[in-house]
């Protein structure tokens, strides 16, 4: 399958033609440049034939760590494509960094197309003329955000793509399992994921809130197949909120959250369980997912760490009540010391988190419930729990049937869930319970 790359300096648009090629919200778009760090790759089709767009960090020669990293991404991208869409801005004209683009270009020898943007009238047409002295056989006048001449640029890749045999795109196999990876900045969170990739997916330096896009990526482990989501690091909403980019980012990572299965909490295993921790931690129990909790850069501790160990276990412990018994990991980015442990816990919460109980044996023990401890008078009429059910999985949801709903006290529902958990586990996994009116002759 084809491969296009879309490639050149910050702030030309590159994102926006990506999501108007992909017809997709994928890249965040903002006028502010260097936006977009992190490569983002979808497989799109145009006419019936397939082929992936990659959407890049900006090319910039600046000697800020950032941009050294972008830089990096920049050349390996390079060197995967097959073709490349070099784009350049109407408004600003020829730049210097557009010509040692091209020159790059040229000298590996790559298949690559001059993407003129923000063409949208046909005044601005006449100053596309300047490009011309770039030397390029092939270039294409567009404006990404409005859509103008786009279909004439997919029309050229198509005559490409179709050099290139059409691989079916496979199905998501049906046990495909959804981690995010979530926590507060600069605690290691895309340096965890590319050392699990193996490989500089994800742009990592000490600078907090370097990730903004959420970063899906699919792979295999052990015969299992996953899709991995880098998140932006989540900060206080009041100070997120007053940047647009990172505003965007949180709602990114807040949607990733909420199509996985299991997430990935890391921490920082100097700075102990935060408030910022917990808050985090509890966004993610609210949305009805487990929580896997990862203290990264263990290998910085220096002092007793069996120790320091039995400390943050008790700080979680502690600080964390609202998950029972979750599964804790002590790792290091750096050393990759027992980061494997989180797909071991993956599983094993996944199973829990999907598993179902019948109803004739909940209703025994609610049966049991009712019997050790009895239900409350309410307005001289006994409160009576009819039968329960599990209605649903991820997260298990249980109903209880009754004839006074509004009379069943939140302690008695947590009751009944611990009652649960001691009989059937769950451990680590959130579960939910409703209460309703059974209806029929028990109304009259």
Not at 178 to 194: A, E, Q
Not at 265 to 277: K, P
Not at 322 to 342: E, L, Q, V, Y
Not at 376 to 400: A, C, E, G, H, W
Request: glycine share 6%.
């Amino acid at each position: 399958m084809l491969k296009v790359g879309i490639i050149g300096r910050p702030n030309v648009g590159k994102s926006t033609l990506f999501n108007k090629i992909t017809g997709s919200r994928s890249a965040i778009v903002n006028d502010m440049p260097g936006v977009t760090r992190d490569r983002l790759e979808k497989v799109t089709e145009w006419l019936g034939v397939k082929f992936k767009v990659v959407d890049s960090a900006g090319f910039d020669l600046k000697e800020e760590i950032i941009k050294k990293e972008m830089q990096q991404q920049f050349f390996t991208l390079l060197d995967e494509v097959d073709v490349c869409l070099l784009m350049v801005d109407v408004t600003e004209g020829v730049h210097s960094l557009d010509e040692i683009v091209c020159n790059l270009l040229r000298e590996k020898g790559k298949t690559f197309f001059l993407v003129v943007n923000k063409v949208d009238s046909e005044k601005r047409e006449y100053l596309a003329s300047e490009f011309y002295r770039l030397g390029v056989s092939e270039m294409f006048l567009i404006s990404s955000e409005h859509g103008r001449n786009v279909d004439m640029l997919l029309d050229r890749i198509l005559d490409e793509a179709q050099k290139y045999e059409q691989e079916e795109e496979p199905d998501e196999p049906a046990d495909l399992l959804r981690l995010t990876i979530i926590g507060k900045p600069n605690v290691g969170k895309s340096s965890i994921l590319n050392r699990i990739l193996g490989k500089e997916r994800v742009i990592v330096t000490e600078i907090p809130g370097t990730t903004r896009d959420a970063v899906d990526t699919y792979f295999t482990f052990e015969d299992k197949d996953y899709v991995l989501t880098d998140t932006a690091g989540i900060r206080k909403k009041s100070v997120m909120f007053k940047d647009a980019v990172e505003k965007i980012g949180y709602y990114r990572g807040m949607d990733a959250l909420e199509r996985s299965d299991i997430a990935i909490a890391i921490l920082d295993a100097a700075q102990g369980v935060t408030e910022r921790d917990v808050k985090i931690i509890a966004d993610a129990v609210d949305m009805g997912r487990p929580v896997i909790i990862v203290f990264n850069k263990w290998d910085l501790i220096k002092e007793d760490k069996k120790k320091t160990a039995r400390n943050l276990q008790l700080q979680v412990k502690d600080r964390i009540k609202f998950i029972t018994n979750p599964p804790i990991i002590f790792t290091s980015a750096f050393t990759g010391n027992r980061i494997d442990n989180i797909f071991k816990y993956a599983q094993a919460l996944y199973k829990e988190y999907s598993k179902r109980i019948k109803t004739a044996e909940l209703n025994k023990l609610l049966q049991f419930a009712q019997e050790r401890h009895q239900p409350p008078v309410v307005s001289n009429r006994r409160l009576k729990f009819f039968y329960m059910t599990q209605v649903d999985v991820k997260p298990p949801y249980f109903v209880i049937f009754v004839n006074y709903p509004e009379a069943v006290h939140f302690s008695y529902k947590r009751y009944i869930l611990n009652l649960i958990r001691e009989a059937y586990g769950f451990d680590g996994i959130p579960l939910r319970i409703g209460i309703r009116k059974r209806k029929g002759r028990d109304e009259k």
